[in-house]
């Protein structure tokens, strides 16, 4: 965080939220990218479908992450509040109402809040269907209503969404915190978010803990109304009105390759795709430049320069490689999956050809061993190509037409080997990893497996 950004936070912490702690501060400069972030700008002669900036944030209760998006409205007025149990009685995008004979319809919390800021509490009670209507209008800014009436609202709306995890325990009982954010939205709604935080009651206890006279120090420099203004500022930009230097240029495209490389291998968690990095870059670089208020001469433009873009950059890597969230090793552990070395190729083979399973008893105490023959190792691979990557025990024991307890001997290898992983439940079943779509391809090409 530079040192402009960090004396922002540490101002509004001090005079308006009130909630202390280094990553706690990294919650507060998220929330103030996505209050100050635009609805519609161009990038590099391309005009993004969105401007506006979406924040996800999953943590233990008792952290302030609902209390600092509240004390900003308050403080400002802007921006509207919602939980998400009462939408479920309203409709997040939009319900049917019938008086007497009529049905009419409501526009719901989401779509209303076009052009200004809705904060999602408690998102992990939302109900799938209304995640659902809003994903269109997320990523296009039209939402579309479907039903006994019909029609269409424009939903360019700022999103912040905190949630506890959605299932029993806390933040510090899994190993990777980022995986918290696959419990309350699909793979397509997670993509939409340009970041997600993860807080954890073990998170700056210390500062947590010191009377509030230590840790208050100096004038207040930014109120409630200066804040205020400053929101307003950013949200009334047109795109005309916000220019990217050439270096901002080049540094969003160089962030974007960096990240998407550092976060990018773990597709089932789809923050930082190659796809979509340099735009969620570009958004976060025109909020913080927004934030500072980096303008011309006469206060009417938004200069987007190569310094926010690499503020963009610190602070990503400082909420995703955080030890509560741990994006880079969930990440990189993702990417050795999918890695396959020659060396490696050849040695899953020579397993393959070496898996015992059976044996026949000769005289004298002597045994014949039984290894995988070719037929049942070529049925094995394209088991899962037959059944789309995944396929339980039962089936894959009809498909070798063997016992389970015999295809157990060899799905051993396949598991040892990092090309499955195992699905647990009721009938349990065997996942295919990227690395084995890669072993298969290659097996394939080189007539090690007869296509």
């Not at 029993?168 to 709604?189: M, S, W």
């Not at 200069?303 to 741990?326: G, K, M």
């Not at 040892?416 to 992983?421: A, E, P, Q, S």
């Amino acid at each position: 965080m530079g040192d402009t950004l960090r004396s922002i936070v540490k101002d509004l912490t001090d005079n308006i939220t009130n909630i202390y702690g280094e990553h706690r501060g990294l919650s507060l400069l998220g929330k103030l990218l996505v209050f100050h972030s635009a609805r519609q700008f161009c990038f590099d002669g391309e005009r993004l479908k969105r401007g506006w900036v979406e924040m996800l944030e999953v943590g233990d209760t008792g952290q302030g992450k609902t209390q600092q998006v509240d004390r900003i409205i308050q403080a400002t007025t802007l921006g509207e509040g919602v939980d998400g149990v009462s939408t479920t009685r309203t409709g997040l995008a939009y319900s049917f109402q019938k008086h007497g004979d009529t049905w009419y319809l409501v526009w719901g919390k989401y779509p209303l809040n076009d052009g200004k800021l809705l904060f999602v509490d408690e998102a992990q009670n939302l109900r799938p269907e209304d995640i659902d209507k809003i994903r269109k209008g997320r990523s296009d800014g039209v939402i579309a209503a479907d039903g006994v009436r019909s029609g269409e609202h424009p939903t360019r709306t700022r999103l912040i969404a905190t949630c506890n995890p959605k299932y029993q325990g806390v933040v510090d009982d899994q190993l990777f915190g980022i995986e918290l954010v696959r419990q309350t939205f699909k793979d397509e709604d997670v993509r939409r978010f340009d970041f997600a935080i993860i807080s954890s009651s073990s998170d700056d206890k210390a500062e947590i803990n010191q009377p509030r006279a230590d840790a208050v120090g100096g004038e207040e420099l930014i109120s409630p109304t200066v804040l205020a203004d400053s929101i307003r500022w950013a949200w009334s930009r047109s795109e005309e009105q916000i220019v990217f230097t050439d270096s901002a240029k080049a540094a969003v495209y160089e962030t974007a390759r960096n990240l998407s490389g550092l976060y990018g291998h773990a597709r089932d968690i789809p923050l930082m795709l190659d796809s979509d990095a340099r735009h969620k870059i570009a958004r976060l670089s025109v909020a913080t430049a927004a934030l500072v208020h980096s303008t011309d001469d006469i206060h009417e433009q938004v200069q987007v320069t190569e310094e926010h873009v690499h503020a963009v950059r610190d602070f990503l890597t400082a909420i995703y490689n955080h030890p509560n969230c741990s994006f880079d090793l969930y990440a990189k552990i993702r990417r050795s999956e999918a890695d396959l070395p020659e060396a490696e190729y050849q040695a899953i083979w020579t397993a393959l050809k070496n898996c015992e399973v059976d044996s026949v008893a000769l005289e004298e105490g002597r045994e014949r061993h039984i290894f995988l023959s070719d037929d049942d190792r070529s049925t094995l691979l394209r088991s899962f190509v037959t059944h789309g990557g995944k396929i339980n025990r039962q089936d894959l024991a009809g498909e070798l037409g063997k016992t389970t307890s015999w295809t157990s001997k060899i799905v051993r290898v396949l598991k040892t080997n990092r090309l499955i992983r195992v699905s647990l439940g009721k009938s349990g079943g065997y996942q295919a990893t990227p690395k084995f779509i890669k072993f298969l391809k290659l097996a394939v090409s080189r007539r090690d497996l007869e296509s």
